[in-house]
């Protein structure tokens, strides 16, 4: 069974930085691309970063240079480095694995429950 289990939200005050962790479980996580995505209440989900099974990384323009999606692939885990967090990061972010190679053609087809991320002073 397919398992992905965020961990590392919180409450950080704006210009902080904050580590998401995934745990997945083995049989998907070294086929998959994998990718972060968030939803702030009252907004649509988006896709935030992209890392494909080669390691290449894309991202949602706004978290460029502030973010950083990484994989180990030993450890069956994935992370969302978030840094110069803005009160706009604000939201649940999801660990997700799926099929395509980058931001504009990702498709999620396992999802984890979620980690609330909040900035706020």
Known sequence: QVQLVESGGGLVQPGGSLRLSCA??????????????RQAPGKQRELVAVISTGGTTTYK??????????????????????????????????CTAGVGINYANYLARYWGQGTQVTVSS
């Open 24 to 37: 997945a479980s083995g049989s998907i996580f070294g086929i998959n691309t994998m990718g972060w995505y």
């Open 61 to 94: 323009t706004s978290v460029k240079g502030r973010f950083t999606i990484s994989r180990d692939n030993a450890k069956n885990t994935l992370y969302l480095q978030m840094n110069s967090l803005k009160p706009e990061d604000t939201a649940v972010y999801y």
